[in-house]
């Protein structure tokens, strides 16, 4: 139901480490599944601490775009970082989706830092039954 446009995502996980947050010219990737549900297939995103606000998803023809954006906590003046390891910064994430996918139809709920879309299976998609006829055609003469 959809096809990977992301084949060095272990060596994008390495650079993320070593260069920093992501940036709007060069967002950070986000983790995902993605599997069939009866007639719905269903992307889920991790990105926990994430305001709902700070979410955009896109859809142009079949590909699809989640961008979102985690900001640092406000603190105070006289606070002192001690340790700071939960990345912030710009996360993104395309996935083409295949034809059989209703694009027209997509829900999206945000819960617990995950992201979850649902997209139907298109109709013209689900399995359907074919009438054989008896074999008997008229030709219509001229």
């Known amino acids: 139901m959809l096809m990977r446009t992301d084949p ?36 889920a995103f991790d990105i926990p601490g994430v305001a709902k606000e700070a979410v955009d998803i896109d859809v142009e023809r079949n590909m699809l775009t989640v961008r979102a954006e985690r900001r640092p906590a406000a603190k105070s003046d006289q606070a002192q970082v001690e340790l700071s390891e939960r990345p912030l910064g710009v996360f993104s994430r395309q996935v083409v989706l295949a034809d059989t996918l209703d694009t027209e139809h997509i829900e999206a709920d945000y819960d617990a830092g995950v992201l979850t879309l649902r997209i139907p299976i298109a109709e013209r998609a689900k399995p359907r039954k074919i009438a054989i006829g008896d074999g008997s055609r008229r030709q219509i003469s001229s």
């Open 8 to 43: 060095f995502r272990e060596m994008d996980r390495l650079a993320q480490q070593l260069l920093g947050p992501g940036t709007w010219s060069r967002p950070s990737a986000m983790p995902m599944d993605a599997y069939r549900d009866g007639d719905t297939y269903v992307i």
